[in-house]
């Protein structure tokens, strides 16, 4: 017997019936639920939602039956620790790569060339802006016509498409370059971009294949323009969208820069979250590392990025480093000097990423930002590790770890196929009595209805 903390999340698609007290209640649940959660967990579920009927604190529930739900029948033999959707089994870290063609071109050939196809990366970026002028020759229509297409002529190569929808346009010129053009306000508060976002929807869904997608990735860095307690807003309003429209093959990712400030975690003074918006909209946390200081050293961007770490982790979510790169180094060919390469950027990464359970995928961005306009003025590396033999060697040597998953590997993420794990959980008829529930935490505004945290004492569990 012992204290259980859950964290509830209920929206109407479909209904499961549990008896309590001689009552039946009707429990609605959607995709995202049922999909994130064990089954002894959605029981739980579902038996806290039937003692919240009566009153708060009760006492002598009982569940039993099959917990063979439709849809939560994944591999037996594979554990996931958080239960999230295309999370990896435990101990794995997923690979992937960027989203510059020639980058990614170089490394799959020097993959291939190394004979290599067991490493291939099973993960690949892709950015699209919701603002983007509609009248630009690469405007809206056409980006999104181009990833449409892409998506539908196989151009991921079976990788995963790690989505990312920025929430604002191209930059501005002059004094206004780094303000004024977020538009996540205006995604909040008004319809005027609904029609792009459900176009965007639309797509993702004819897709139907698996996809990550950031919503306005590293929300807080100044260079994106966006409003504090709006954006959470938007965040919220397009995870909703998706689900409105029956989507259930997207993961949704949350994701911070440390070059930001770090109180992606703080409100304003009516209570109000700047930043996050809410563990009930978001699949995994993301993260993006670029110097290494950020990741190693201990100083105050190294800080801002555990204490994001560690927020995910109490929020029991997975984290995807979503870009990284080798920002200040400049790679030559030069073999001799590989060693050197690869303990000033990546010894140094790799440790990082493997010290932290919580971390299960990222993607290495391989490519030259020294010709990549304002990357280069702003004085990024050259980070393409295929023009160094030995480099990308060594790179190689590091990603066939037993603990690095490939794109081989990628139905064994849970849901891949539309089934699920165990969640560390196993299944089979079970009795859960409750003896005991408590409310302890509360939505923080009341429009997030549903989300709530509950202890729970049972027995049999």
Known sequence: MGWVPYVMRVFHRGAHSISSGGNVFSLPYTAQFMRNKSVPSILLAALLLAVLMSPLVGTGATVSGSQGTEGDTGDSALNYTYGAYLEPPEDRILHGIGQWNNGNANFLAALDNLSATAQLPA???????LDDNEDDVRGWNWSLNALTENLANGEFEGRIPSLSLALRGEHLSGDDYYEGYGIDELVATTDEYDYRIQEYIDMVMDYDQPVFLRIGGEFSGFWNGYEPVMYPLAFRKIVQMFRDSGADNVAFVWC??????????????????????????????????FHTNEFSGGGVKHDRTEAFLEMALDAGKPVVVAETTARDTIITNDSEMATSYWDEWFDLFFTWLNDHEQIKAFHYINVDWTVLGHYGEAGWGQADITVNPALMQMFLDEISGEQYMHLGE???????????????AESGDETITVNHVVLVDTPPHKEWSWNYSYQTEVNDL
Request: zero cysteines; hydrophobic letters at 35%.
């Open 123 to 129: 993960s690949e970026l892709m950015f699209l802006n």
């Open 256 to 289: 911070y820069e440390p070059a930001a400030p770090g109180n992606f975690a703080e409100v304003d003074h009516d209570g109000n979250y700047l930043w996050f918006p809410g563990n009930d909209v978001i699949d995994w946390y993301g993260i993006d590392v």
């Open 410 to 424: 990628i139905e064994d993420l849970n849901g891949y196929n539309g089934t699920n794990g165990t969640n560390g």
